[in-house]
């Protein structure tokens, strides 16, 4: 499956000099994993974002946002994000944020 090119260079833009930021291909997409945790990613044209449990039934709630299930296994706390979520720099800046953030509070791999 192809992922959105652009989309990626967004992020990379955004986080690419952040520190522990890696790539990883991985969900048929590409990965943005921060000290070896995954914190956001693309999946064909949708963003890949790992919000945590604690985080999940908020973030869901905002607009573009659902339920990460590739495998019939939903998994809460990552979700999967359209185009109409992420619409602004604004918008993509803040999913990039809880992604970053959440991927920075667990230990290190």
Do not use: C
């Not at 999946?43 to 659902?66: C, N, T």
């Not at 999967?80 to 803040?94: E, F, Q």
């Amino acid at each position: 499956m192809a992922y959105n090119e652009h989309l990626a260079d967004d992020i990379r833009a955004e986080i690419g000099s952040h520190p522990g930021v890696t790539e990883r291909e991985m969900f048929g997409g590409i990965a943005f994993m921060v000290n070896g945790n995954m914190a956001v990613g693309v999946s064909g044209d949708e963003l890949m974002v790992r919000v945590g449990k604690d985080a999940h039934d908020e973030a869901i709630q905002l607009p573009g946002a659902r339920l990460f299930d590739m495998t019939g296994r939903p998994m809460k706390g990552w979700l999967l994000v359209s185009t109409a979520g992420w619409s602004t720099d604004d918008d993509l800046r803040a999913w990039i944020d809880r992604g970053v953030s959440f991927a920075e509070s667990l230990p290190a791999k």
